[in-house]
């Protein structure tokens, strides 16, 4: 009950950073989108390595630490350890709504040689309600956009809070699957598991990830990825 409450509170937080209005939260997530992510600016140093592009909103942006406790950066280090040659950029836009993910996704596939997109979206849609189709449709136009650019994606699920209705909470769930099914994706079923409702893993707010948070969504995130970086890395090898 707890862990259930709490999630909730997630939910309820992002929707008030993006506007109680619904005219309000749209305009603030649509001018967010416009803003390019300042990590997305390509390293001199890092031009010729392949890029793992980290796609999503607060959760993937870091909000409220420094860049180097994002799960983005965590998941670099890990990389680093295991022998991958990757960079990770980290493309989070705190506030984005599936539909400001599609306007910018082709400038952020811009990075040069990117080969992985780890795609987090949805949870803003869903906190006020939008119609699941609507998300449902602009992330496979971005899964379908990546792969056209021969990107490979891993697809980050994510849940709905419990004032929604079972039915509501089962059309998103199902979405996911069935988008990592029509597209032939790895599918990460909770983005947040392990994580949501739990306070010692969240800032004073209790619902963004602190650092020991963002610890286990990297360590989630990498389980998933590193098979795809090894058939990746065995392809290369032939």
Known sequence: ?????????????????????????????????????????PK??????????????SLTAGYGLAQRQSY???????????????????AGVSGETTAGGL????????AGNVRFLVLELGANDFLRGQPVSAARENLSK??????????KVLLAGMLAPTSTG??????IAEAYSTLAEEHDVPLIPFFLEGVAGRRELNLEDGIHPNAEGQKIIADL??????????EDREAAAR
């Open 142 to 151: 971005m899964i379908a956009r990546a792969q056209g650019r021969g990107v």
């Open 166 to 171: 079972r039915e509501y909470q089962k059309e």
């Open 103 to 110: 306007r910018r996704l082709d400038w952020s596939l811009d």
């Open 221 to 230: 995130v990498y389980r998933h990825l590193k098979p795809m970086l090894e």
């Open 44 to 57: 001199k140093s890092d031009e010729t390595l392949p890029k793992i592009v980290a796609f999503g909103d």
């Open 72 to 90: 983005p950066s965590l998941l670099q280090e890990k990389l680093r350890a295991d022998g991958f040659e990757y960079e990770v950029v980290n």
């Open 1 to 41: 009950m707890k862990s259930t409450l709490l999630f909730f509170s997630l939910f309820a937080f992002l929707l008030s950073a993006c506007g109680r209005g619904d005219g309000d939260g749209r305009r603030a997530a649509e001018n967010a989108a416009r803003q390019p992510a300042p990590a997305l600016a």
